[in-house]
Nanobody
Framework: QVQLLESGGGLVQAGGSLRLSCAAS????????MGWFRQAPGKEREFVAA????????RYADFVKGRFTISRDNAKNTMYLQMNNLKPEDTAVYYC??????????????????WGQGTQVTVSS
């Protein structure tokens, strides 16, 4: 079992930055893929970024490349999403997720077994 707790959301103006955190507990994250997803009102939950905890490889959705950076802190068992140059269309609830997977981190939300409660990000124009 893995428990995930997101934090760091809020209200920011377009062009601003936020850093989301996802604190994990319950077991070691070795061999775990972790991802960030987001869901805007009336839309499906979509992939944002993911990383393989053990080797650090990352994947990004095309719409965040160059603006968002996913990272981890092994000592704190925490994953981050640094979001720069935010746009109003980035407004959504952001979720972190985890799955036991030693390979390339998946982008399909249905592959993930554990989810946090979400944190709201609102970008004003």
């Amino acid at each position: 079992q893995v428990q995930l707790l997101e934090s760091g959301g809020g209200l920011v103006q377009a062009g601003g930055s936020l850093r989301l955190s996802c604190a994990a507990s319950g077991r070691t994250l070795s061999g775990t893929a972790m991802g960030w997803f987001r869901q805007a009102p009336g839309k499906e939950r979509e992939f944002v970024a993911a990383l393989a905890w053990s080797i650090g490889s990352t994947r990004y959705a095309d719409f965040v490349k160059g603006r968002f950076t996913i990272s981890r802190d092994n000592a704190k068992n925490t994953m981050y999403l640094q979001m720069n140059n935010l746009k109003p269309e980035d407004t959504a609830v952001y979720y972190c997720a985890a799955v036991r997977d030693w390979g390339v981190p998946p982008t399909d939300r249905n592959r993930y077994d554990y989810w946090g409660q979400g944190t709201q990000v609102t970008v004003s124009s």
